[in-house]
């Protein structure tokens, strides 16, 4: 499709503005001046909805498709939230008002949104506080590490510089530690996908910081030994780090905050129903035990004894600023909408059905395609496409032959620990008859994959483009029209 | 239940068959073996109906009828309903990171023509697809100075934003980073103390443009003398301001980034915002987040992916350019679709209101007795006035009164209690800017 630079002619123009109603400003110095007017599009408004919609028709989307992508957590968005995030009285608010005098009398209506938000989550949580600034999951990681730097900081912990992460886990793990200060050290998992726990006593000592887990992990299992793992932690002096990206397995059904962890994330784009919008923006609220809540970022929600609400920017030992404002509102809003649909009976359905669609995806296609491991899953299911691979069709192939037929591929390659992985999350939103559908579809390519492998290297067939040049693009970038 | 589609009878058909009798035994099954959690403070499940009573109600205890003049880099601009009808649709915004690009094309064609218009408005080759925010988007930017020059000394100018400069210290705090701050003179940035801060062990300098008191200052010079110190000149920008103005490439600056509200993006009380950034192209490899590229098929028809992805967390793990994972791609899709209607012409035409509109505003204010101009620097659509007392009290008189009337930089400037910044936009009309000169004039 032509690019929007290549549409329309000069002169054309695409909007109104206001007459000016005051005289023209005195020039801007000419050496202040840019040589030639950005090279923006010239259309009509017409021609730009037109660009734009038709752009829009060449991507799957959760409304249209199944979309089982694993660990992404892609359950329906309600389209009322959006309807609520364009109020005039929340999208029109300028952020810096509370800090006029008095400010937080103009913005009431927020900082409840804000702080009856982080409450229901800290409940869910487990835990003492959450902040609701992280502006994305890993950025929420981020956040974590640098709370557990600044109580090692504090507590006069110098040494304590070592940051364990099981193997199993996201990239974003060892990043975000990594960007918190910490030197990473892996954690090796067991043959049951569970951490290893001798790996993981080897490895703890007076350098070490904390853990970070994935809980449930990658594999879509629960560790049984997650309290235990806890308690090596901590006797080793080490904080407890969950990563909640899979939340959505457990939501109402098991607090991590109980389990003995210090701090967690959630994405508020995967377990809280909020769009993922095309990678982001996400949100990644932080959730924290006594121990950890001095260090929390500024400014904190407060709720005063006449049921009014303030914004406490003076806490001595909080690690500062990290975001500019309170978080990604609009997303935290959305979240908020889906917080009190549900309500205390609706959590618990969440996770059950999650839970209830992988394990029905698992025992349906675990006949024709490899799954390791001797239990249920929770929220997801990792199969293998291993003996579909030694045929010479790969987990990559057998994605693209899923979106011939109408549904997004799950994860591929991924968790790095099981070859050729397919990570199916079907999620507790799809119905019973999707499942069917999908696992029907999965069969044919198993059947597919065992008589004729070489049909799969076109797939796919039906897409506006066929597979993609990457390594053209990689070693060649064309990055501007 | 709310989104479940699957009836009791579908949920004791599926029970069945994974060979389970109760949920009780699935949890089990699956190593879940402890006492359900009392959830009881909980509030219970609401209706759609109910829950749009509720917020409704909240949205209009927020002061949005105060005629605004408070900006400090977030500003009320105008959006054509076109945007958010184009960000609505549901092929966008239920998508997810177009990770399988031949089922994506939509958003990957999108990120290539936001980069491509970021590209042309900063006057840079390359931008990637979007950063958070403007703050950390000049974060990463500075450790992006830090990986290509394996220096670890950042000078900062105090005319940056001071939220941003509170970030940057925050992040910095476990990095063994060097951040050296060189306060502002009046509403300038102080270009000689910067330089003179700048050493051979520095990596970067960052500045801001406009400055965050208004005021638009020419680089040019400065940049050259940095790189004559082998550091890494870093702007921060209002990108609609560059409509008009001389462009960061312009002046040789190596990295470029900015918050991008002001194209198209609601302030929707402090996010989600759009943190771009524009790189030289010998930084391309060395720059964080996604980026998409244009490709071809098999075929030999055009395409998009995401490329260069050896930068990335989940590549390499602890040594990638940036933990950033998820961005804010549906916020450069407003960015685009804002610049694509709004259009080349329109967006020099919005920047010259601003001007004029400010230029008026403080025309009218700096008229009233004990109003007092700061500054005479060329100013974009803020500019700082001194007024005859606390400016913090009387932008609270001026609430009651009906207006923001601007951000006292007192909060963030210990030495300039009764200065305040004043932004307008071209939203405000001459009369809004009249009437609230006039209550200004009524409170001192």
Partial sequence: MKSIFEQGRAGRRGSTLPQPDVPPAAAIPAALRRRTPPALPEVSELEAMRHFTRLGQRNMGVAANFYPLG??????????????????????????????????????????????????????????????????????ELCGCMLIAAYHRDHGNTERKVMLIPDAAHGTNPASAAVAGFVIREVASDADGNVDLADLEAKLGPDTAGLMLTCPNTLGLFDPNVREICALVHAAGGLCYCDGANFNAIIGRVRPGDLGFDVMHVNLHKTFATPHGGGGPGSGPVGVNAKLVPYLPVSIVQKRADGTYALEYECERSIGYIAPFYGNFGVILRAYAYLLTLGREGFIRVSENAVLNANYIRVRLAPYYEWKFNRFCMHECVFSAAKQARNGVRALDIAKALIDRGIHPPTIYFPLIVPEALMIEP??????????????????????????????????????????????????????? | MPYIANTDADRREMLRAVGCDSFEQLWTGAGVDLPYPMLENLPRGLSEFEVTRRLEQLASRNHTHLVNFVGLGYYDHLIPAAVGEITRRSEFYTAYTPYQPEASQGTLQAIYEYQSAMSRLTGMPVANASLYDGGTALFEAMMMAVRITRKRRAVISGAVSPIFRKMIQCYSRNLDIELVEVPADGVTSATERLLAAVDERTACVLVQYPNVFGTIEDWTSLVAEVHARKALAICSVYPLALAVLKTPGEMDFDIVTGEGQSLGIPLSFGGPYLGIMAVKQEHMRRMPGRICGRTVDREGREGFVLTLQAREQHIRREHAMSNICS????????????????????????????????????????????????????FFNEFVIRLPGDASEIAGHMIDKGFAVGFPLGRYYPDRKDQLLVAVTEKRTREEIKAMANALEAVL
């Fill in chain 1, 71 to 140: 660990s992404c957590t892609m359950k329906y968005n309600p389209p009322f939230h959006e309807r609520l995030a364009a109020l005039p009285g929340f999208a029109g608010l300028h952020p810096l008002l509370p800090q006029l005098r008095h400010g937080a009398a103009l913005t009431q209506g927020a900082l409840a949104v804000i702080y009856e938000a982080e409450t229901i989550i800290s409940e869910l949580l487990g835990f003492e506080r959450t902040t609701m600034q992280p502006l994305a999951g890993a950025h929420g």
């Fill in chain 2, 327 to 378: 961005n804010e791609s549906l916020c450069a899709l407003s960015a685009l679709v804002y610049l694509t209607c709004v259009g080349r012409q329109g967006l020099i035409d919005v920047a010259e209101l601003c001007l004029a509109k400010a230029a008026f505003a403080r025309q009218e204010l700096v008229r009233i007795d004990g109003v007092e101009p700061v500054g005479v620097g060329p």
């Fill in chain 1, 427 to 481: 999620t507790e939103t799809e119905s019973r008859e999707t499942l069917d559908e999908f696992i029907q579809a999965m069969i044919e390519i198993a059947a597919l994959a065992d008589k004729d492998p070489a049909a799969f290297h076109d797939f796919p067939l039906t897409t506006p483009v066929s597979r993609l040049d990457e390594t053209r693009a990689a070693r060649h970038p064309d990055l501007t029209a």
